[in-house]
């Protein structure tokens, strides 16, 4: 039986759901529980908080953009060998794609785990009930559990959230945290500031946030709640995206750090060799890589630094001019372009591989689900192999040469956006990220399973024998 789960969710973004999942995560590890936690949905900021907290990956698992083998695969590759493993969702619960698709309510469905609502209540009182009643009653197939106030001014405030909620409902109250500067983390923005970069204050606030939990949090009854998936995978999840080499080199640093985790491992396991380098310290990608990937991350606010990386450059242009297959997602695609305005209106020059050239002046967000469609046969796949992924950037093309397009694209209602990114011969990118190969055709219901009744595991007293 895999490890019982507890998904935590929120009434809407900005509730502090990660500093909730880190003071759990933490408190949890404290009274030695061998905790491991997935983050829902596309996300490359929050696993890195969660992975320094546990020391254990956190893999991303979105219900729209990966297949249901795929998503119990990975779950099943998270709870190996933990006691209890606790989800993080994205933005509020029942927020995904326009079907209800790839939201946090969405996979606790899917996969038949509990649901811890968060809800943010400095601003609330009695009104606290009806926000609980509204999002327990909302779907009746989405098992809500337990309820944690956040931001909360005291004891007296808790007391009135409590006795509110309890008036109404008999849905556990577990706790709450309160009011607390010490949590507070800076951000940007595409969200909080990596943990690598700030890894001292991480530290300090996922500590001052265990504290709180201990005092005020019932951490016994969370426990309890927690339930194993309804599913079970069969053997390791399927390749999302095959290895585009044999030997890849992947780009890593402040600049790119945005790949996911259970990517890199299914390349692995396929028998591909994978390396390191660090365009920012002026690295090229290994000599011996027949495929170099720059992911997305944060080019433009290296842009200076970036610029002058001849070595890195020099080291993807002999990686293109031996054939390597070189690949750029969103920052990477905007590396490996002729230019890069960063925000003050400074153009500076970038590889020269595709003739793009992008812009984060005057930044807009782009942001939403997308299906890729190959437009010519790639080491990712033959023409017409279809993807799942997602947008989420400020930047924009500024210009964009004639050459062969890389992927046409529809958002998540199934609408033609065109064609996206440049591909040059075996260079290729654009601002998609892609997260796994083969998705449901837009719309295709699903079929759903009703989860199954599991059996109640007591946790509360330390680590299983």
């Known amino acids: ?79 190996r060998g933990a006691d209890v493993v606790i989800g993080e969702g994205v933005m509020g619960l029942f927020d995904g794609a326009p079907d209800g698709r790839g939201s946090t309510a969405d ?112 951490l016994d009854r969370l426990l309890r709640l927690a339930r194993p998936p309804a599913l079970a995978a069969l053997g390791p999840p399927p390749l999302q995206i095959p290895p585009p080499g044999q030997h890849v080199a992947v780009a890593r640093d402040e600049a790119f750090g945005f790949v996911y985790e259970s990517v890199l491992e299914g390349w692995r396991r396929a028998g591909a060799h994978v390396s390191f380098f660090s365009p920012l310290a002026d690295e090229a990608p290994g000599i011996t890589a027949d495929a170099v990937v720059l992911p ?54 970038m590889a020269g591989l595709l003739p793009v050239s992008t812009s984060f002046a005057r930044p807009r967000l782009h942001l939403g689900y997308r299906e890729a469609v190959l437009a010519a046969d790639v080491p990712l796949g033959a023409a017409g192999t279809r993807y799942a992924g997602h947008e989420f950037h400020f930047a924009r093309e500024i210009e964009r040469g004639g050459e062969p397009l890389f992927v046409s694209v529809r958002d998540a209602r199934g609408r033609e956006l065109g064609p996206a990114g440049v591909r040059v011969g075996r260079v290729a990118g654009s601002f998609l990220h892609l997260m796994d190969r083969r998705p449901l055709p837009s719309g295709h219901g699903r079929e759903r399973r009703e989860p199954a009744e599991a059996p109640q595991q007591d946790l509360a007293g330390g680590r299983r024998a």
């Open 107 to 218: 996979l606790a469905v899917l996969l038949g785990i509990p649901v811890l609502l968060v809800v943010e209540a400095q601003r609330l009182g009695q009104s606290a009930a009806a926000v609980v009643e509204g999002f327990v009653r909302f779907r009746e197939d989405v098992g809500v559990a337990g309820v944690l106030f956040n931001r909360v001014a005291g004891e007296g405030h808790f007391a009135l959230l409590r006795e509110a909620v309890e008036a109404r409902s008999s849905i556990p109250i577990l706790g709450f945290l309160p009011r607390d500067p010490a949590l507070d983390l800076p951000e940007r923005h595409l969200g909080l500031v990596q943990a690598a970069e700030i890894a001292r204050a991480v530290d300090a606030a996922a500590a001052r946030a265990a504290e709180l939990v201990e005092a005020h949090v019932d």
């Open 296 to 349: 997305g991350g944060y080019p433009e606010l290296h842009v200076e630094r970036l610029s002058a990386a001849r070595r890195f450059f020099d080291g993807l242009r002999r990686a293109a001019a031996r054939g390597a297959f070189v690949y750029g997602e969103c920052g990477g695609y905007m590396v490996l372009g002729r230019h890069l305005t960063d925000r003050d209106g400074i153009v500076r020059l």
């Open 1 to 79: 039986m895999s490890a019982p789960a507890l998904l935590v969710a929120a009434a809407s973004s900005g509730s502090g759901k990660t500093m909730v999942t880190l003071g759990l995560l933490a408190a949890l590890k404290r009274r030695g529980l061998a905790v491991a936690s997935f983050k829902t949905g596309p996300d490359y900021i929050d696993p890195a908080f969660h992975a320094r907290i546990t020391g254990r990956p956190c893999l991303n698992l979105d219900s729209w953009a990966m297949r249901v083998e795929v998503l119990v695969g990975l779950f099943e590759e998270t709870a």
